[in-house]
């Protein structure tokens, strides 16, 4: 049977999902052109983009065409986005640092993760079954879970946008008055809270296990390069790194 041909390099930069990424790339520069002109077309252009995000994981799996530049394509177009909203976000609520604090958080912990998770030979920032923490594995195992907690991030900033009035606003006076005015605002900004919560709380566990993962990957480095030997106890038995192994007395 013949070996199935390799893709060149246009080939794969002409992979659907990466010209949805593309797409996506457009779009948001467009958006934010005219954010401050037309709110509602922001918002529109803005999710739209954001439903293409699982739309390209979709065609990826279905023609076969994952690859490792769609996936660094679209984390870093997810990631400038919501990085772009936040600091508008900044710009027009009091305090401002809150939303800085969450961009900072968000690229933060998502560039940990995809750096240790090649690091230590990974072939997807998304494989997480050697965690701990069974909400990080819930949130990367479950597709409709994380959905969901991406949704509501991305849902409340951009009505949050739609709410600010004037330049200085203020966060807690805009929440509490579109929740007792509008029983719809009031049920949107409810949902979409739990699921920020929760994706915020994933941003924290991943950033300490990414973490982790480059200083044990330090760690067991530093033992190799000295030839540590490792003692069972248990077993009577010693293996030196180096690939010697000794019977102990």
Known sequence: MADKP??????????????????????????????????????????????????????????????????????VTDRISTACLLVILSQVYRP???FLSLLALDIASHWLQMYSSFLVGKSSHKDVKDSSS???????????????CCVSCEVLYIVLFLLAKNETENLTEVLVNAATESWLYFTLLCLSLVGWVIKQLVNV????????ACIHYDIGKSDRKHGCVLLDFSLGISFDLNGGTYFLE
């Not at 930069?13 to 520069?29: D, E, F, H, T």
């Not at 594995?137 to 994380?146: P, S």
């Not at 566990?205 to 982790?212: E, G, H, L, V, Y």
């Open 6 to 75: 390799r893709p060149s390099t246009l080939t794969v930069y002409l992979y659907v999902p990466n010209i949805i990424g593309y797409a996506r790339i457009l779009m948001n520069c467009f958006a934010f052109a005219i954010c401050f002109k037309d709110k509602y077309l922001f918002s529109v252009l803005y999710f739209v983009s954001f439903v293409f995000d699982a739309l390209d994981g979709w065609f990826a799996r279905k023609l076969n065409q994952v690859s490792t530049f769609g996936a660094v394509l679209d984390m």
């Open 96 to 98: 401002g640092l809150i």
């Open 205 to 212: 566990i991943q950033m300490k296990t990414a973490a982790d």
């Open 134 to 148: 069974w909400l990080f594995k819930l949130y990367y195992g479950n597709r409709k879970f994380m959905g969901y």
